[in-house]
């Protein structure tokens, strides 16, 4: 089955523990894009990318790094520079286009301070 | 720049009765408008989209929503609905360009009652 594979599926993080989120796709696509989603907030957008060895921040981007060697891999990274890591991680891919394009989500990380 | 306005945050509903969830949009051009839908500890997942031509959308397991330009507003509709539609609903608007250009809602908490 093609589809997006996020893990681990819970986290957890101590103080000043830098801790990085796995998201793996085998639909071919371009594209990848990682959310966090805080409860009554929506969807932010952390970082995304639409090609191997580029990404640009998003909204949100402080506190956390991303890397793009692969197609299919789209790791993030949380630093002990966000202080408020606390929430749930969704990443998503889509193909490149002109905006219009469906995005597909993987069924998340909830990352949790101890 | 483009915003999006879910106007309710929860909506209870008897099952087998009609729901409509609001979203109204601000732009100053022209906008592609989606609706996702995500089960509890899940990812999103495409409901339906509106990129152009008929102001009337279909989309998947009976839902619908109309692109109202004049008012700026895209809202979800289903006229009977089932205890598996209880889920939170996400608006979501863009005016192009990327996919990273996506701005969601803050969701809708649709609850469905026997």
Redesign the interface.
Known sequence: DGG?T?SPKYLFRKEGQNVTLSCEQNLNHD?M?W?RQDP??????IY?S?IVNDF?K?DIAEGYSVSREKKESFPLTVTSAQKNPTAFY?C?S?I????????F????TQLSVL | AQSVTQLDSQVPVFEEAPVELRCNYSSSVSVYLFWYVQYPNQGLQLLLKYLSGSTLVKGINGFEAEFNKSQTSFHLRKPSVHISDTAEYFCAVTAGGSQGNLIFGKGTKLSVKP
């Open positions: 997006i996020q594209a894009y959310y009554g907030q929506g969807l932010r957008l995304y639409q640009q998003g969704l998503a889509s490149v286009g002109q905006g219009g394009e469906k995005l989500f993987g069924s998340g």
